[in-house]
Structure formats: C-alpha cells, structure tokens
C-alpha cells in the first residue's frame, strides 16, 4: 500500500508554529511507517484564498494529481503531535470503502455532554450539528476534522462535491472553523462513509483535561495523555508550551 501523511499549513505564522512543535513528531512517524510526507503551505483552490477557508480546503487534497498515485491519504491537521510508538495507521482497520474519522465526545458520549453542561455549551450531537451550520441529523457522533484517512480513488469526488457546496458560505460564517467540521461531519455521516476509529488516534487533549481536572478532580498531565494515545490533537492552542517537556 503507498501512503501519504498530509498536512495543510499555511501562513508564516502558522507554519513557524507548525515546524517548532509540531512537524518533527509528524515527519518521523512517517519515515517509521514507510509514508510519504508532505506540507501544503499554498492554497488549493486560490479563489478562495481567505485564512477562513483553510480547513475546508483539505477537502480538496484527494483531487490533486500527485493524490492519485496513493492508496491511502492520512491528513492531520498542523496541531497533532504523534506519539513515536504510534503503529502504522493504514492497516490498522478494515475501512473498506469508508474514511476513517474519531468521535469528537471524548473520553465517552456521557462525559462530553457533562462537560457541556458544565460550560454552558450545546450539549448533544444532534445540537452541535443545528448550531453550527443547521443541519437536522440524528446521531450521537462529533466527527472531529483533524483526522481523516481517505482513500483517494474512492473519495475524490465526495470530498470535492461537498468542498464545492459549502466553500462560499465558509468566509465570515460566525461559526468559524465548526461550520467547515460541522459540513464534513454531517456529509459524511448522511451518506454512510464513517469508520469510527479509536479515539487514541485523535485524542482532544483540551476536551480530556477539562473533563478529569475540572469535573472529576482528577489530576491529569500532557505527559500521561501522551504515553496514552497515538495522535495528540492540541486544539485551541491548549498547553502548546508543554510540547518541549513531552519524552
């Protein structure tokens, strides 16, 4: 199988941030595991070339040309730090004809929905999906965006269809970057393409420490995450200084 870890960074700023933590972890689990890596740094798709549409112009990676030559794309966003001890990723499932997503409810369904309520936010999926981008759908699932395992040949067109369809309500949308993984998040899920991996390989670090620090009193350090899981997604900048301490 030819694979490809892809991440799309662009802007100095974020790509300087990207190269200090982040891309070495990346970069050495690729090599580990026989893939080949590559930085997108420039926008896809340049009509719509407007900081807010980054994230949605992942969906675009499977229609590139060099794309058609993989089986497997494994898109991480620019802010996951990958545990060296991770195994290789593209057979680590039988995906069959599916994209490999993790659920966003994180440690469990039960404790997402006491962490929202502990902070006031929308509490279940079916909320999540008509918040943020007005979708009715019946489901207990968060597809989290920072992992995606395509399978080019088989996804190239989805994944375009759906970038095509969203992409102008994108710029300005006061839902941010949750309107893009709210669009995907319900496509996917409404025409049956999920494989719901373990969650080791996207664990929300910010989602798992407020739960066991604040809810349940637990004390839980990045360290212990780390030795935990594979993919270690540090969204919203959470703990980014702690990166240098991780062994």
């Known amino acids: 199988m030819k694979c490809c870890l892809v991440t799309i960074c662009i802007g100095e700023q974020y790509l300087q ?7 070495s972890s990346q970069e050495k689990y690729a090599k580990k595991c026989g893939y080949d890596f590559k930085i997108i740094t420039d926008y896809i798709d340049e009509t719509f070339s407007h900081p807010h549409t980054i994230c949605m112009q992942k969906q675009l990676i499977c229609s590139l040309e060099w794309a058609q030559s993989y089986d497997f794309i494994i898109c991480l966003d620019a802010d996951i730090l990958v545990n060296n001890n991770s195994p290789p990723i593209h057979n680590a499932f039988n995906f069959n004809d599916k994209i490999g997503v993790v659920n966003q409810s994180q440690p469990t369904l039960e404790a997402r929905i006491e962490g929202q309520i502990h902070k006031g936010y929308e509490v279940t999926a079916k909320d999540y999906y008509k918040l943020k981008s007005n979708h009715i759908i ?3 699932h968060i597809i989290n965006g920072g992992v995606m395992i395509w399978q080019p040949k088989i996804h190239k067109n989805f994944l375009k269809n759906v970038y095509k369809k969203y992409i102008e309500k994108q ?23 999920h494989y719901f991996m373990d969650m080791k390989w996207n664990a ?3 989602n798992n420490k407020y ?12 360290q212990e995450f780390y030795n935990q899981n594979y993919f ?11 990166i240098p301490t991780i062994k």
Not at 211 to 222: A, D, G
């Open 17 to 23: 941030q990207y190269n200090t933590l982040f891309r």
């Open 138 to 140: 019946e489901t207990d």
């Open 171 to 193: 710029i300005n949308h006061p839902a941010g970057f949750h309107y893009e993984q709210s669009v995907i998040g319900y496509e996917i899920q409404k025409n049956n393409m």
């Open 204 to 206: 929300l670090w910010a």
């Open 211 to 222: 739960y066991f620090n604040n809810i349940k009193k637990q004390t839980l350090t990045l």
């Open 232 to 242: 270690i997604h540090l969204a919203g900048y959470c703990d980014y200084h702690l």
